[in-house]
């Protein structure tokens, strides 16, 4: 018919918009097993010992019949107070509830019973359920996604971060680790012990490349949250780079460094202040003479491959650290992984307006992003002003950390580092020379001991080694003798010593053969 508009087929529109590709998708029906959901719930009411089967795997809303919700939420309740479930039970519950004509009545409760013999099969009917519920999730999330990618009024990386915390999520709530049989534990375990005997040295973690500081914690071990934390002046950065550099020099390991505090040039320049032993003014200024720039040309070749990586991203979430560790690990692989400093970062929105619900969210979160990537976490925290108003030698404890007392509880190590020269101290009590002294207290140590490491400070380059064993101190009497011994609140579980740097015989200790010695 001539002047007509030509027709277009629907499915031929729908082929050329991909819009309307995706919401013909989501106009069919959400995968669900509506069938096995009966079942399973009329399973329990046969057979109350049955939930036990199901209670970690199933949640509400893995059902996905809105009757069938509200009748678990029952069940759920009936289980908390450990009282019988069978028909009459939950349907009492349910109209204490207020629930029950919205979960079909009593009749429907009664003919779910009617519809399975035994509880044989549950946990079986259970995780199809289940794994409908995940399919109905991811299908949830691809449509938010796509709704706000085409709206273009969120930011993309947000979107990203928000679209991997929800997938997270998902696979947080419904992927759970079975309980395991000593008959399956201890193979394992004999066999990591067989691996250990293998390291000379007694690492079994990463390698801070301090000699005595390893032979108590036998390096940095995987899944444990470490603190760091000093007075501001006490070179807490400074370690923790020295610290990076050893396992990522040294030990050849994938370190990342999140700075929340100096820019990525700043913390560079710094690495190589002290990888090239100039002065670190000069490193600022550029103000060096030809033979230190051959010198740093020469000492920094080590740096050049050296698995460290740097972000200085201002004010981090959470979510964002979790989110970048966790494409770093699935990238290029990572190892360790180092947060400066933890009050700086930003904590859950639900925790806004209470500063230490939020920093107690954000150790937990630490803590857990330990566990879930399998690597030690260090982070750098500040300590209260109560050390400056305390007399004697000022040594920080356990209850002067800032703002929290969750982080003393999530953390596996708690360290402080100490310098007495800040607070014009000379010498120890028995006359010895403190100068370009530190120490490193660990104040907490989950699976061992605690103890006092003395460390050299090289102020000019900003960074630690370990003292030289002809730089021999012998230890206090007591290792805290502003307090009259341990301080109040720390750790208990094993004795408190002062390793002696004699203990250093070997400056060596920790570099492999095909390295030369790095003073660092």
């Given amino acids: 018919m001539a002047g007509s508009i030509p027709f277009t087929s629907d499915a031929k529109r729908r082929r050329n918009n991909p819009v309307t590709q995706f919401t013909d998708g989501l106009a069919k029906m959400p995968p669900q097993a509506t069938d096995l959901e009966d079942a399973v719930l009329g399973a329990i009411m046969i057979q109350d010992e049955a939930i036990n089967a199901v209670v970690d795997i199933l949640h509400a809303p893995s059902f996905y019949k809105e009757a069938n919700q ?13 009282q019988k479930i069978d028909v009459l039970t939950v349907v009492q519950q349910l109209s204490m509830q207020g629930d029950l004509q919205l979960a079909g009545g009593a009749y429907y409760v009664t003919q779910l019973t009617s519809r399975v013999n035994t509880a044989a099969h549950i946990e079986a009917h259970a995780r199809i359920v289940a794994e409908k519920a995940i399919l109905r999730d991811l299908i949830r999330i691809a449509s938010d996604t796509q709704r706000d990618a085409y709206e273009e009024t969120t930011d993309v990386f947000d979107l990203l971060d928000k679209t991997e915390q929800s997938i997270f999520q998902v696979s947080e709530s419904n992927i759970r680790k079975e309980v395991s049989a000593m008959s399956g534990l201890l193979p394992i375990a004999i066999k990591e012990l067989e691996a250990r005997k293998d390291h000379k040295d007694g690492l079994t973690g990463i390698g801070s490349g301090f000699s005595d500081l390893d032979r108590v914690t036998s390096g940095w071990q995987r899944s444990d949250l470490l603190i760091l934390a000093a007075r501001p002046g006490m070179g807490k950065t400074a370690f923790v780079v ?12 994938k370190v990342a460094i ?4 100096m820019s990525q040039i700043q913390l560079v320049n710094r690495i190589i202040s002290a990888e090239a032993e ?13 033979h230190e720039w051959r010198q740093l040309h020469h000492k920094i070749a080590a740096l050049e491959s050296a698995p460290l990586f740097i972000d200085d991203t201002p004010a981090l979430s959470m979510l964002e650290l979790r989110a970048k560790c966790r494409r770093m690990k699935s990238r290029t692989g990572l190892d360790m992984i180092i947060i400066d400093y ?3 970062m930003q904590g ?16 937990r979160g630490l803590k857990n992003l330990a566990k879930e990537l399998d690597v030690p976490v260090i982070a750098l925290s500040q300590l209260s002003r109560a050390v400056e108003t305390r007399g004697g030698a000022k040594r920080p404890q356990l209850s002067d950390l800032r703002e929290s007392g969750s982080i003393e509880q999530d953390a596996d190590i708690v360290m402080f580092l100490y310098r007495p020269e800040y607070y014009g101290i000379t010498a120890d009590e028995e006359g010895k020379s403190v100068e370009n002294m530190a120490e490193l207290i660990i104040a907490k140590h989950r699976n061992g001991s605690t103890a006092t490491v003395e ?7 900003t960074k630690f080694g370990d003292m030289e064993p002809d730089g021999f101190r012998a230890p206090s009497s007591t290792p805290f003798p502003d307090s ?3 301080p109040s609140g720390f750790d208990d579980r094993g004795p408190t010593r002062t390793l002696k740097s004699k203990m250093n015989q070997n400056p060596n200790d920790f570099i492999k053969p095909d390295d030369s010695p790095v003073p660092f």
């Fill in 70 to 82: 509200r009748i678990y939420t029952a069940i759920l309740a009936l289980f908390n107070k450990n």
């Fill in 278 to 290: 100039l002065d670190s003014e000069k490193i600022k200024k550029g103000n060096l003479a030809e």
């Fill in 348 to 363: 859950d929105a639900s925790a806004k307006g209470n500063r230490e619900q939020e920093i107690a969210s954000i150790s």
């Fill in 455 to 461: 460390l050299k400070f090289h102020g000019a380059y």
């Fill in 484 to 486: 009259g011994g341990i």
């Fill in 342 to 344: 933890l009050q700086l």
């Fill in 258 to 261: 999140f700075s929340l505090e």
């Fill in 242 to 253: 020295s610290a990076a550099r050893n396992a990522a020099v040294m030990f050849q390991k």
